[in-house]
């Protein structure tokens, strides 16, 4: 098929995960994670996976998690 803009348009749009690393204090992240089940609640993003905390290397202050997000599009919304 010929790759043009309208060829493009024809094809259903693919969903591809975000992949989050979020850096700072446990209780920060712990309420970073909280939004975001909050922002799926709404139906804004399905949260597919979120890691435990990890211990960053060389620092007892920060830490960090993973995370796996589909941030859903414009015509996506209920």
């Known amino acids: 098929m010929e790759k043009t803009a309208k060829s ?3 094809r259903p749009i693919q969903k591809e995960k975000c ?3 979020v850096q700072s204090t446990p209780e920060e992240i712990e309420n ?3 939004f975001m ?3 799926a ?13 990890f211990a960053n290397k060389g620092t007892s202050k ?12 414009e015509d996506d919304y209920e």
């Open 32 to 34: 970073f994670h909280r």
């Open 19 to 21: 992949k989050l690393r």
């Open 8 to 10: 493009a348009a024809k």
């Open 37 to 39: 089940e909050k922002c």
């Open 62 to 73: 920060y830490y960090r998690a993973y995370s796996d997000v589909v941030i859903k599009g």
């Open 41 to 53: 609640e709404l139906g804004l993003c399905e949260v597919i996976n979120f890691s435990e905390i």
